[in-house]
């Protein structure tokens, strides 16, 4: 009797007895009745060799992935290239670009820049002419820098004003000279600049501040200028003055010779009179 005086019952413990439950109060046979006919088998079974290798590759292409991710690019290039060396073989000389060729836009700015800038030069624009366009449109271009340094061989080179040139006044309020800081006695010039760019022959009026010193520098290098030009002129004409012998020939007539023989003697009177 179960309880002090409850009901009982014959076929109670048999069915404790027989009857194992589950963890969740569920007894074996009622799982069996409600598995589905899908439904894997509650014990695991041992996985093969494959599945387990398989799950490993998984998991290295995984973390190799997520390495390959918190790279850049040009780690990622230099990673690359040393598996190739690895399982490939060679040298990394082998693999290295030339740096011969390559240009900083500094570089390409000298190759293509220009004083001025016309409507021609503007046709077939590449990126280098158009860099080259961009640093001249922020140059300031009412005054002018010189450099005077060969002025003695009769060449000056002249640059526009950047801006800090602009702010601290320099080419206006100072010296126009590239290696002069003076502020009196300036004077203001208007210059025609004459220039050679890609093989083309241009001028350019072009104002420039100058001191007194410099100014004497210039008008030395105009007088030179007039001196050799006039010297030219002068070797010319007396070159010119003088006349060529011709050779003597045998078919030419008397009369020919009779006025050589007269200007032989004028000569001759010329220069007695010069030595006198």
């Known amino acids: 009797v179960h309880g002090g005086g409850g009901y009982d019952s014959d076929f109670s413990d048999e069915e404790g007895q027989?009857?194992?439950?589950?963890?969740?109060g569920v007894k074996r046979e009622d799982q069996l009745l409600l598995q589905k006919p899908f439904?894997?088998?509650?014990?695991?079974?041992?996985?093969?060799?494959?599945?387990?290798?398989?799950?490993?590759?998984r998991e290295e292409a995984r973390n190799r992935r997520q390495h390959l991710i918190s790279m850049n690019a040009f780690e990622r290039h230099k990673k690359f290239v040393g598996d190739y060396i690895l399982y490939y073989g060679g040298k990394m000389d082998d693999l290295r670009r030339?740096?011969?060729?390559?240009?900083?836009?500094?570089?390409?700015?000298r190759e293509n820049h220009r004083f001025l800038w016309r409507d021609e030069d503007e046709e077939d624009m590449t990126w280098e002419k158009e860099l080259a366009k961009r640093y001249y449109d922020k140059l300031f271009k009412e005054y002018c820098i010189a450099d005077l340094n060969r002025y003695k061989e009769n060449k000056f080179g002249f640059r526009w004003r950047i801006e800090n040139e602009?702010?601290?006044?320099?080419?206006?309020?100072?010296?126009?000279?590239k290696r002069c800081e003076m502020q009196e006695s300036l004077k203001s010039w208007e210059v025609n600049f004459a220039y050679v760019e890609h093989g083309e022959k241009r001028?350019?009026?072009v104002k420039?501040?100058?001191?007194?010193?410099?100014?004497?520098?210039?008008?030395?290098?105009?007088?030179?200028?007039?001196?050799?030009?006039?010297?030219?002129?002068?070797?010319?004409?007396?070159?010119?003055d003088e006349p060529q012998r011709?050779?003597?020939t045998s078919s030419r007539p008397k009369k020919l010779k009779k006025h050589?023989?007269?200007?032989?003697?004028?000569?001759?009177g010329r220069a007695s009179g010069f030595l006198f």
Do not use: W
Request: include cysteine; glycine fraction near 8%.
């Open 246 to 248: 011709p050779e003597s």
């Open 260 to 268: 050589k023989r007269k200007q032989k003697r004028s000569r001759k």
């Open 203 to 205: 001028n350019a009026l």
């Open 98 to 109: 030339s740096t011969a060729k390559d240009k900083t836009d500094l570089d390409v700015v």
């Open 18 to 24: 027989d009857g194992s439950v589950g963890s969740h």
């Open 39 to 57: 439904q894997k088998g509650t014990r695991a079974k041992v996985a093969h060799r494959d599945v387990a290798s398989q799950e490993l590759d």
């Open 166 to 177: 602009v702010v601290s006044g320099k080419g206006q309020f100072l010296c126009g000279n």
């Open 208 to 240: 420039l501040r100058k001191t007194v010193e410099h100014q004497s520098f210039m008008r030395i290098s105009y007088f030179r200028r007039k001196e050799v030009k006039t010297k030219r002129k002068r070797s010319s004409s007396g070159a010119g």
